[in-house]
């Protein structure tokens, strides 16, 4: 059994930063993605950033480009997400996610492709 579980989220101020992780247990995605969505109140689950695991390819949303960075442990079954510079209309409830196999970029930016989702992780940006 696949468990994704983040840790990390927090109470912040506009400016700050915050660091986000997710462990995985039950397998490995090495022909696939790990990554992040958020979904705001009232708001879809939106794409954040993903990360592949055997070609080291990163993918970020436009409005988080320069200022958050994903990177992943193999060893460890692991992604974090380092938010730099956050804004308070970011407030979200992030979650990771994992996808089995990718088959075109475009996949990875859809919620409904990933196979895997934590329970969520409330982050804060106070203004």
């Known amino acids: 059994q696949v468990q994704l579980v983040e840790s990390g989220g927090g109470l912040v101020q506009a400016g700050e930063s915050l660091r986000l992780f997710c462990a995985a247990s039950g397998r490995t995605f090495s022909r696939g993605a790990m990554g992040w969505f958020r979904q705001a109140p009232g708001k879809d689950r939106e794409f954040v950033s993903t990360i592949t695991w055997s070609g080291d390819n990163t993918y970020y949303a436009d409005s988080v480009k320069g200022r958050f960075t994903i990177t992943r442990d193999n060893a460890k079954n692991t992604v974090s997400l380092q938010m730099n510079r956050l804004k308070p209309e970011e407030t979200a409830v992030y979650y990771c996610?994992?996808?089995?196999?990718?088959?075109?970029?475009?996949?990875?930016?859809?919620?409904?492709?990933?196979?895997?989702w934590g329970q969520g992780i409330q982050v804060t940006v106070s203004s």
């Open positions: 996610a994992a996808l089995e196999t990718y088959y075109s970029e475009s996949n990875l930016y859809k919620p409904i492709k990933y196979n895997y």
